[in-house]
C-alpha cells in the first residue's frame, strides 16, 4: 500500500470518526444543556493524560519501529499492558482528589465509569501500531468508526433514560473500547521478521513518542482548571464541548497523513515530508472554509443554541478558524519528526506553545472572557508549527555536509586561483 492510499484509509476512518463525534454532540447538548457537557468535557483531559502515558503514542512509535525491521510487539505487551492496568487503578484512586481540583465533587463518578477503558486501548494501541507497521491501515480504520458508532448508541440511549446521564455517558465510552477491542481481534495478525529488541531499548524508542502525545492532554488539563476557575462551567463547556470537537474535525481530515508518513519517512523517503505538509494544507483548508461560512447554520440547527449562547459559539468558532490549519499542520510535522527518529523535537515544540498559551489564558481571559482562551489556542498551534518548521529548515536531516569535502575543495580553488595569477 503506497503513501496516498494509507493516508486516505486513515484519514477517511478518522474522518468519519470525528464526524460521528461531531453528529453526537448536536443531539446530546439538546438532551444535557452545556454545564453537563462541561463536567463531561473536564473528565477528559485526566483520562486523556494518564491514557498516553499507557498507550496514545504506542501506535506512532510501534508503526515506526515495525518499519525499521524491529520485532518488538512481545517486549510492548510486557511493558505497556501492566501500565495499561496500572493508569486504570490510578485514575479510580486518585478520581476524588482530582475531582475536588476540579471544583466538582460529582466528577468522581464518572471517573470510575470511565477508567475500564484505559487497559482497553492500551491493547487496542497495540494493534493498530502492529498494523500499521506492516501498511495495513484499514483495520484501524474500521476500529475507529465501529468505537465511535457504539459509544454514540449508547451515549443517547443513556441521556435519554436517566435522570442524571453524565456518569453514563463516560460509560458508553467504556463500551465502544471494548468494541473496538472485539473489531480488531477478528483481523489476522502478520509475523513481525527482524530484530528482537529488548525493554530499554523500546522504551529508549517510545518514551519521546509518548511525551510528545503526552503534552496536549496535559494542556487540556490545565485548560479545564484554569478556563473553568476564569470563565465559568456554561462557557468552557461552549469552548470544549462545542468548538473544539469541530477544530480536531479538521485535523482529523489530516491525521492519516500523520500516520501514513512515519513508515515512509522511517524508511528513508524524506521527500514525503514536503508533500504530506502541502496534502495537509489542501485538505485542511476546506473545512475551515466551510466553517467559516456554515458557522451560523451549525449553531442554531445543530447545536440548538440561541441568545447569548448562540452568539458567543459563533464568536468562538470564527476566533478559532486558525486552529483548524495549524493543529493539522502540526500533527502532521509531528508525524514527520517521529520518522526521522525526532519526536523530542515535537514535544518540545509543543510545550513551547502550551507555555505561550498559558501566558496569554492567564493575562487576557479576566479581560476578555472565554475568547480569550480561544485565541490562545491559535497561539499554541501556530507557535507549535512554526518551532518544528523551524527545526526542519535549520537542522535537515537530509543534508549532510561533508566540512572535509568542502576545505579541499576550498584549498583546490585557492590554488586555481594563485597559479592563473603567475601565469599572467
Not at 451515549?155 to 471494548?178: D, I, R, Y
Not at 500523520?258 to 515512509?264: L, N
Request: proline content about 4%.
Amino acid at each position: 500500500m503506497n503513501f496516498l492510499q494509507s493516508a486516505f484509509l486513515l484519514s477517511l476512518g478518522s474522518f468519519l470518526s470525528k464526524v460521528l463525534g461531531a453528529i453526537y454532540r448536536f443531539p446530546l447538548i439538546r438532551l444535557i444543556g452545556t454545564e453537563q457537557m462541561g463536567m463531561y468535557q473536564m473528565i477528559y483531559p485526566v483520562y486523556a493524560l494518564l491514557l498516553t502515558f499507557s498507550s496514545v503514542g504506542l501506535p506512532s512509535a510501534l508503526s515506526y519501529l515495525i518499519a525499521s525491521g524491529k520485532d518488538c510487539m512481545k517486549m510492548a505487551r510486557r511493558i505497556f499492558l501492566p501500565v495499561g492496568a496500572m493508569s486504570s487503578v490510578l485514575l479510580c484512586a486518585f478520581a476524588y482528589p482530582v475531582s475536588l481540583l476540579q471544583g466538582n465533587r460529582s466528577l468522581v463518578w464518572g471517573y470510575f465509569a470511565i477508567s475500564p477503558s484505559l487497559v482497553l486501548v492500551t491493547e487496542i494501541s497495540l494493534r493498530r501500531g502492529e498494523f500499521q507497521g506492516h501498511g495495513r491501515m484499514l483495520p484501524t480504520a474500521v476500529s475507529q468508526v465501529v468505537e465511535q458508532a457504539v459509544k454514540i448508541l449508547f451515549g443517547l440511549s443513556f441521556a435519554k433514560v436517566t435522570a442524571n446521564p453524565f456518569p453514563f455517558l463516560l460509560l458508553s465510552v467504556t463500551l465502544g473500547e471494548c468494541v473496538a477491542l472485539g473489531s480488531l481481534l477478528l483481523w489476522r495478525r502478520e509475523r513481525t521478521v527482524g530484530e528482537r529488541m529488548g525493554g530499554k531499548e523500546l522504551l529508549t524508542r517510545t518514551i519521546p513518542v509518548t511525551l510528545s502525545a503526552c503534552v496536549l492532554p496535559l494542556s487540556s488539563f490545565l485548560d479545564s482548571v484554569v478556563l473553568v476557575r476564569l470563565a465559568g462551567v456554561s462557557q468552557y463547556g461552549i469552548l470544549s464541548g462545542c468548538v473544539s470537537p469541530l477544530v480536531a474535525l479538521s485535523s482529523s481530515v489530516c491525521v492519516g497523513i500523520s500516520g501514513a508518513v512515519i513508515p515512509c519517512v522511517a524508511a528513508g523517503e524524506k521527500g514525503k515530508i514536503k508533500d504530506s505538509l502541502v496534502l495537509t494544507f489542501i485538505c485542511a483548508m476546506p473545512v475551515l472554509l466551510g466553517f467559516m461560512l456554515g458557522v451560523n447554520i451549525i449553531s442554531t440547527f445543530l447545536y440548538g443554541l440561541s441568545g447569548d449562547e448562540g452568539r458567543l459559539f459563533t464568536t468562538l468558532l470564527l476566533v478559532s478558524l486558525p486552529s483548524c490549519l495549524f493543529l493539522p499542520l502540526v500533527q502532521t510535522m509531528a508525524g514527520c519528526l517521529t520518522g526521522l527518529g525526532k519526536a523530542e523535537v515535537s514535544a518540545v515544540s509543543l510545550l513551547v506553545g502550551i507555555v505561550a498559551k498559558l501566558l496569554f489564558q492567564l493575562f487576557f481571559v479576566p479581560k476578555t472572557g472565554i475568547s480569550g482562551g480561544a485565541i490562545s489556542f491559535d497561539l499554541c498551534y501556530l507557535v507549535a508549527f512554526f518551532s518544528e518548521l523551524m527545526y526542519s529548515m535549520i537542522y535537515k536531516e537530509n543534508c549532510h555536509v561533508d566540512h572535509r569535502g568542502i576545505r579541499r575543495s576550498g584549498r583546490g580553488f585557492i590554488r586555481t586561483c594563485k597559479k592563473r595569477h603567475f601565469e599572467r
